[in-house]
């Protein structure tokens, strides 16, 4: 049976090494401050004994030779006198009794009265002979330390004696009163002695890392075990730079001796630089030495830190094998970064000669000193290639020497079919020459130009075909000039695949040249081409198409159209959007308010006929086509009348005019802002304003005032300044200086400018009648016209004029409502106008040969080259127009 000992053996062994060091201190405290105590105990019990036979004596001697003392005893009474006094001197001076008693220990004072001239119990024989006697004994109080002193006279005789002591009880309490303390200090001291304990345990566990006696023997046969069984080179130096360890397999590379621990490094036998390098201890990572026929890459750090001690551990790793498939490794991941920079360094814009300068850009001088990149012209134009056989553009080039014989960018090269350019372009292969110099044939291009070609130091080329999506674009060559190497065969697939991921780009580059070809072309041929001539405005426009987004050109539009009564009318519109859908969709719009400004309507009225057609077109499109609808469109619509100088205005979600006043005062109309077009939400709004003669209006789109460095209010100010800057000039000079002034860098959007400025009717050129309704009237009307026209000088006109009034007026005086008003005016054309107070238009009708009437209204349109029927608040308006030569 294991015996106490044994159990804790057992439990020991079960700890780590910081943990039975902790218990085993912690023991020892305990019991150190265990004895401490019980020594206090008793060392406190002997100093309140003491000290209660000191102050017993003191007593006694105070009082007995206190004054007055001997007389008292001699009294008749001396317990009246003394009792008083020794129960006074008691309590002062903390013992249990002063007994005062005579020589023959009759008590005279006593604590307990009923004591008083009782015999005292106790010693008092050396008392009386002037001895003081100190006694421990059993009294009528008890167990007490008492000491007994005589009285004497002045003679030196006792005359009676004096007791004064302390029990064994009071003894005690004043010795228990120290436990409490000295357990106060003991649990201090234990505390301590604990902490420091721990401390300690924390150290050593650090050290030992929490492992027990057996678990470190296991882990330092373990350790040593891995040391010599890995397939590294390990040494340990110590601070002395000597060898302290060194593993089998760190033998085996250095070749070391037996006896290499206690030695230097340099005393070792090895190579001299890694002698020094392990000498030296300096910090190194993965650093290759070559030592005999091996490689060994080495890593080196000390051993002091985070409190270790002196010294430094090497490993040695045997990298012979792996630096031969790390280089060929290195070669493949060259290759692979080539082709990913390659996919974020060329394509970045959609420019077929931007593209494809990267592409030459890019691949010198990582893959060819020299590189040229040919195309067809119809790749160029946006066209798929025809023959292979055609002449090829040398679109562009780069190199690391600008002076070379090569042929320069822009030529158009007739390629002889020996020639690797040829070649590649006709079969979509890629061609190598690795020896230029042995002319096979490449020279028929241009035998002196292939001389000095080599001369030059070009040895060896690659011609790869730009294929992408099936179709061949061009030809890349890659010139090699600089030594060692010429091209090989596993470089030909590292040029197919870097052409092929920039071919893609460059065919997309082509599509968007086409489709921006496309788009122009349309956008172009919707636009109005030469503005119509007209009275009331002197215009000037500008349009600036730009190739931002996806295709380039977006839906900007404007128009200047003649109404009747020598009225203008001005449209400026927007779609969102770029490309052909937009570009054909600003074509609709143009068409639309075209056919709807033929009817003469109001500008409020017109835009909202134009947003029903958007919302129309809009619900009639092929979602499963994709084509995307066209709301987002916004327009402006402005009528100038320049016999009355009036502007009405409206406008569907566009920016609003600018109007340059003569004296150059600038302000923008606050024109109702709408809805843009489609949405269908809000009525539209116009505003009538009055321009004096020689004022501009200005229209434009959002693109002259927008941009992506400053905001919509700066555009506006800088559109004020720039027409506030010299007024009174004309329209074209307005156009150039507003164009300068607020035309960003790179416009990200379409721009469409008119200017308009105004000018007057003479009064001259005008002549206006009201007419009674009474069909007598027209005669005189007639007399009046032929009068007018002849001060005009249009007397040939006279005859028409007068047929085309009479049957108007008389029209007008048989179905219509009064007043009737005609006005004449002399423009690019005799204009006549009938109005009257009713709206019922007239028929055109073909009257036949039996009718008696039904002609007057297809007489005018024979004669008159244009007529029409204008809607007012008041009525309506007919109106006839007669070409002048």
């Given at each position: 049976?294991?015996?106490?000992?044994?159990?804790?053996?057992?439990?020991?062994?079960?700890?780590?090494?910081?943990?039975?060091?902790f218990?085993?201190?912690?023991?020892?405290?305990?019991?150190?401050?265990?004895?401490?105590?019980?020594?206090?105990?008793?060392?406190?019990?002997?100093?309140?004994?003491?000290?209660?036979?000191?102050?017993?004596?003191?007593?006694?001697?105070?009082f007995?030779?206190?004054?007055?003392?001997v007389?008292?005893?001699?009294?008749?009474?001396?317990?009246?006198?003394?009792?008083?006094?020794?129960?006074?001197?008691?309590?002062?001076?903390?013992?249990?009794?002063?007994?005062?008693?005579?020589?023959?220990?009759?008590?005279?004072?006593?604590?307990?009265?009923?004591?008083?001239?009782?015999?005292?119990?106790?010693?008092?024989?050396?008392?009386?002979?002037?001895?003081?006697?100190?006694?421990?004994?059993?009294?009528?109080?008890?167990?007490?330390?008492r000491?007994?002193?005589?009285?004497?006279?002045?003679?030196?005789?006792?005359?009676?004696?004096?007791?004064?002591?302390?029990t064994?009880?009071?003894?005690?309490?004043?010795?228990?009163?120290?436990?409490?303390?000295?357990f106060?200090a003991?649990t201090?001291?234990?505390?301590?002695?604990?902490?420091?304990?721990?401390?300690?345990?924390?150290?050593?566990r650090?050290?030992?890392?929490?492992?027990?006696?057996?678990q470190?023997?296991?882990?330092?046969?373990?350790?040593?075990?891995?040391?010599?069984?890995v397939?590294?080179?390990?040494?340990?130096?110590?601070?002395?730079?000597?060898?302290?360890?060194?593993?089998?397999?760190?033998?085996?590379?250095?070749?070391?001796?037996?006896?290499?621990?206690?030695?230097?490094?340099?005393?070792?036998?090895?190579?001299?630089?890694m002698?020094?390098?392990?000498?030296?201890?300096?910090?190194?990572?993965?650093?290759?030495?070559?030592?005999?026929?091996?490689?060994?890459?080495v890593?080196?750090?000390p051993?002091?830190?985070?409190?270790?001690?002196?010294?430094?551990?090497?490993?040695?790793?045997?990298?012979?094998?792996?630096?031969?498939?790390?280089?060929?490794?290195?070669?493949?991941?060259?290759?692979l970064?080539?082709?990913?920079?390659?996919?974020?360094?060329?394509?970045?814009?959609?420019?077929?000669?931007?593209?494809?300068?990267?592409?030459?850009?890019?691949?010198v001088?990582?893959?060819?000193?020299?590189?040229?990149?040919?195309?067809?012209?119809?790749?160029?134009?946006g066209?798929?290639?025809?023959?292979?056989?055609?002449?090829l553009?040398?679109?562009?080039?780069?190199?690391?020497?600008?002076?070379?014989?090569?042929?320069?960018?822009g030529?158009?090269?007739?390629?002889?079919?020996?020639?690797?350019?040829?070649?590649?372009?006709?079969?979509?292969?890629?061609?190598?020459?690795?020896?230029?110099?042995?002319?096979?044939?490449?020279?028929?291009?241009?035998?002196?130009?292939?001389?000095?070609?080599?001369?030059?130091?070009?040895?060896?080329?690659?011609a790869a075909?730009?294929?992408?999506?099936?179709?061949?674009?061009?030809?890349?060559?890659?010139?090699?000039?600089?030594?060692?190497?010429p091209?090989?065969?596993?470089?030909?697939?590292?040029?197919?695949?870097?052409?092929?991921?920039?071919?893609?780009?460059?065919?997309?580059?082509?599509?968007?040249?086409?489709?921006?070809?496309?788009?122009?072309?349309?956008?172009?041929?919707?636009?109005?081409h030469l503005?119509?001539?007209?009275?009331?405005?002197?215009?000037?426009?500008r349009?600036?198409?730009t190739?931002?987004?996806?295709?380039?050109?977006?839906?900007d539009?404007?128009?200047?159209?003649?109404?009747?009564?020598?009225?203008?009318?001005?449209?400026?519109?927007?779609?969102?959007?770029?490309?052909?859908?937009?570009?054909?969709?600003?074509?609709r719009?143009?068409?639309?308010?075209?056919?709807?400004?033929?009817?003469?309507?109001?500008?409020?009225?017109?835009?909202?006929?134009?947003?029903?057609?958007?919302?129309r077109?809009?619900?009639?499109?092929?979602?499963?086509?994709?084509?995307?609808?066209i709301?987002?469109?916004?327009?402006?619509?402005?009528?100038?009348d320049?016999?009355?100088?009036?502007c009405?205005?409206a406008?569907?979600?566009?920016?609003e005019?600018?109007?340059?006043?003569?004296?150059?005062?600038?302000?923008f109309?606050?024109?109702?802002?709408?809805?843009?077009?489609?949405?269908?939400?809000?009525?539209?709004?116009?505003?009538?304003?009055?321009l004096?003669e020689?004022?501009?209006?200005?229209?434009?789109?959002?693109?002259?005032?927008?941009d992506?460095?400053?905001?919509?209010?700066?555009g506006?100010e800088?559109?004020?300044?720039?027409?506030?800057?010299?007024?009174?000039?004309?329209?074209?000079?307005?156009?150039?200086?507003?164009?300068?002034?607020?035309?960003?860098?790179?416009?990200?959007?379409?721009i469409?400018?008119?200017?308009?400025?105004?000018?007057?009717?003479?009064?001259?050129?005008?002549a206006?009648?009201?007419?009674?309704?009474?069909?007598?009237?027209?005669?005189?009307?007639?007399a009046?016209?032929?009068r007018?026209?002849?001060?005009?000088?249009?007397?040939?006109?006279?005859?028409?004029?007068?047929?085309?009034?009479?049957?108007?007026?008389?029209?007008?005086?048989?179905?219509?409502?009064?007043p009737?008003?005609?006005?004449v005016?002399?423009?690019?054309?005799?204009?006549?106008?009938?109005?009257?107070?009713?709206s019922?238009?007239?028929?055109?009708?073909?009257?036949?040969?039996?009718?008696?009437?039904?002609?007057g209204?297809?007489?005018?349109?024979?004669?008159?080259?244009?007529?029409?029927?204008?809607?007012?608040?008041?009525g309506?308006?007919?109106?006839?127009?007669?070409?002048?030569?």
């Amino acid at each position: 049976m294991a015996g106490p000992t044994g159990h804790l053996r057992s439990f020991l062994s079960m700890r780590a090494v910081a943990s039975q060091v902790f218990i085993l201190q912690a023991t020892v405290a305990a019991l150190l401050v265990v004895a401490a105590v019980v020594a206090l105990m008793q060392q406190s019990r002997a100093d309140s004994a003491r000290e209660a036979r000191t102050r017993s004596l003191a007593v006694a001697e105070t009082f007995a030779h206190s004054p007055g003392i001997v007389d008292s005893l001699k009294a008749p009474n001396p317990t009246a006198i003394l009792q008083p006094r020794a129960e006074a001197a008691r309590r002062g001076s903390r013992v249990d009794f002063i007994v005062v008693m005579t020589k023959k220990g009759i008590r005279w004072t006593h604590p307990n009265q009923d004591q008083i001239g009782k015999k005292y119990v106790g010693t008092i024989g050396p008392a009386t002979r002037g001895k003081v006697v100190t006694e421990t004994f059993t009294g009528t109080l008890g167990p007490s330390i008492r000491t007994v002193v005589p009285i004497t006279d002045s003679k030196g005789q006792a005359v009676g004696l004096v007791a004064a002591g302390i029990t064994i009880e009071h003894v005690s309490s004043l010795a228990e009163r120290q436990p409490p303390l000295i357990f106060a200090a003991a649990t201090l001291a234990l505390a301590l002695a604990t902490i420091g304990s721990a401390l300690i345990s924390r150290r050593l566990r650090h050290q030992t890392h929490g492992l027990g006696p057996a678990q470190m023997t296991r882990m330092y046969e373990h350790h040593d075990a891995v040391l010599h069984a890995v397939r590294e080179g390990v040494l340990i130096f110590g601070g002395d730079r000597r060898l302290l360890l060194a593993n089998d397999e760190a033998r085996r590379l250095l070749d070391l001796p037996v006896d290499a621990e206690g030695r230097t490094a340099l005393e070792l036998g090895i190579a001299p630089d890694m002698a020094r390098l392990l000498d030296r201890g300096d910090q190194v990572n993965d650093e290759v030495h070559l030592v005999g026929d091996r490689l060994l890459a080495v890593n080196q750090r000390p051993t002091n830190r985070e409190g270790g001690p002196p010294g430094t551990v090497t490993t040695l790793r045997n990298t012979t094998e792996l630096r031969a498939l790390t280089g060929r490794a290195d070669i493949v991941q060259g290759r692979l970064e080539l082709l990913y920079d390659a996919g974020v360094q060329i394509g970045t814009t959609l420019n077929v000669e931007r593209t494809c300068q990267e592409l030459a850009s890019f691949a010198v001088p990582r893959f060819a000193d020299f590189v040229t990149v040919d195309l067809p012209d119809a790749v160029l134009r946006g066209d798929e290639p025809g023959d292979t056989r055609a002449a090829l553009r040398r679109v562009a080039s780069a190199g690391i020497d600008e002076e070379t014989p090569l042929y320069p960018a822009g030529k158009l090269i007739h390629f002889a079919p020996s020639t690797p350019q040829a070649s590649a372009f006709e079969t979509g292969k890629a061609v190598i020459d690795k020896d230029l110099s042995a002319f096979t044939g490449w020279q028929k291009q241009e035998l002196e130009r292939a001389r000095r070609l080599v001369e030059y130091g070009i040895h060896s080329v690659i011609a790869a075909p730009l294929r992408a999506r099936g179709v061949i674009l061009g030809v890349v060559t890659f010139w090699r000039s600089q030594p060692p190497d010429p091209y090989e065969p596993e470089d030909v697939s590292l040029a197919e695949e870097l052409v092929a991921r920039a071919a893609v780009s460059i065919d997309n580059a082509r599509r968007y040249t086409r489709e921006h070809t496309m788009a122009v072309a349309l956008q172009r041929s919707m636009l109005p081409h030469l503005l119509p001539e007209q009275t009331g405005l002197e215009v000037a426009h500008r349009y600036l198409p730009t190739k931002a987004g996806p295709a380039g050109v977006g839906g900007d539009w404007f128009d200047v159209i003649p109404l009747p009564g020598a009225r203008v009318a001005i449209v400026v519109g927007d779609v969102v959007g770029h490309g052909l859908h937009a570009a054909a969709t600003m074509g609709r719009l143009r068409t639309a308010v075209h056919n709807f400004a033929t009817l003469d309507l109001p500008p409020e009225e017109l835009l909202w006929h134009v947003d029903e057609f958007v919302s129309r077109i809009d619900q009639d499109e092929d979602t499963e086509t994709g084509i995307a609808a066209i709301t987002g469109a916004t327009c402006l619509y402005a009528i100038y009348d320049p016999m009355s100088g009036i502007c009405t205005i409206a406008r569907a979600g566009h920016p609003e005019p600018a109007v340059v006043h003569p004296d150059g005062q600038v302000e923008f109309t606050e024109t109702p802002a709408g809805p843009p077009l489609g949405l269908g939400e809000l009525p539209f709004e116009s505003t009538e304003i009055w321009l004096p003669e020689g004022s501009s209006l200005v229209l434009y789109t959002d693109g002259l005032i927008e941009d992506r460095n400053r905001s919509i209010d700066e555009g506006l100010e800088l559109l004020r300044h720039a027409l506030t800057s010299r007024p009174g000039r004309p329209p074209e000079e307005t156009c150039t200086e507003v164009l300068d002034a607020l035309l960003p860098d790179q416009p990200h959007d379409d721009i469409a400018l008119i200017v308009a400025r105004t000018r007057m009717i003479r009064n001259d050129h005008t002549a206006d009648w009201d007419i009674p309704a009474d069909p007598s009237a027209v005669a005189t009307l007639r007399a009046e016209v032929t009068r007018t026209l002849a001060r005009w000088g249009l007397a040939e006109e006279a005859l028409t004029t007068e047929l085309i009034l009479s049957e108007l007026v008389t029209n007008a005086i048989r179905y219509a409502a009064a007043p009737i008003h005609v006005r004449v005016i002399r423009d690019r054309a005799l204009i006549c106008e009938v109005s009257d107070g009713s709206s019922t238009a007239p028929h055109l009708r073909r009257a036949t040969t039996t009718d008696e009437g039904g002609r007057g209204l297809f007489l005018v349109a024979q004669f008159a080259e244009r007529w029409g029927t204008r809607y007012t608040n008041a009525g309506k308006v007919i109106w006839t127009e007669q070409p002048l030569l």
